[in-house]
Each structure stands twice: as structure tokens, then as C-alpha cells.
């Protein structure tokens, strides 16, 4: 399983991925490795703002659907658009085209709540 050291990890197996004001958000590759098959990412298209730990959409794999819960609060820019035909990208690369939704983030320090790459393998029982 790969744990990309320049990511921030959320307790509920989302990532953030920080560009200047912007965070690219996704599940982790040990989240897509426990859910199997991704056959369906379901994000309201109309979603504006996400707020810290709260729901903004499900994952669907071949077994189960699961909560998105964001990692940070704020503006939503972008919804990956690939997923609507390519929800697999979520298993292939789930760090890279398989992100999930871009926000500009409002609060920054919510940052501060997440793990870094070493906390994260720690709580998943990976190191």
C-alpha cells in the first residue's frame, strides 16, 4: 500500500492533497484496498461547500456503499469529472486521477486535526 508522505490523513480514510488555498480531496489506498471493486462515486453535482467531518457523498464498491466525510471545510471548485465513467480510477490511482472533489479550503488549520503519512500507516496498524 502506498502513503504518499505529502498528504494529510483523515481518521475516516480520506486524504487531502494541499496546493496554495486549494485541497484535492480522496480516499486512501488502504480505503479502496477494504472496499473492493469502486463501481460508483455519487457526489450531489450541485454541492457548494463541504464542511469538516461531515458527509459529502458515497463510494460504492461491489459489497458496500460508504460515507465520503471531508477532511477540511470549503468552497467546492471541482468535482472529479473522470469518476462519472471511470469510478475505478478511485482503486487504480487513488492519489492521483482518482482524487474526488477540489475546495478551496476556508480553514486551513483544520489541517492541524489531520495525520501526516507516519500517524496514518500507525493508526491503520501498517507500520
Known sequence: MDFPENL????????????GD??????TD???NELG?????DVDPDLSQVKADETFGTIEAVKTVSDLLAPVSGEVLEINPKLEDEPELVNKDPYGEGW???VKMSN???LN???DSPAYQTFIGQS
Open 113 to 115: 486535526n489531520l495525520m
Open 8 to 19: 494529510k490523513y483523515s481518521n475516516d480514510h480520506e486524504w487531502v492533497k494541499v496546493e
Open 100 to 102: 474526488i472533489i477540489k
Open 108 to 110: 486551513p488549520d483544520e
Open 22 to 27: 486549494t485541497g484535492f480531496i480522496g480516499i
Open 30 to 32: 488502504y480505503a479502496q
Open 37 to 41: 471493486d469502486i463501481v460508483y462515486v
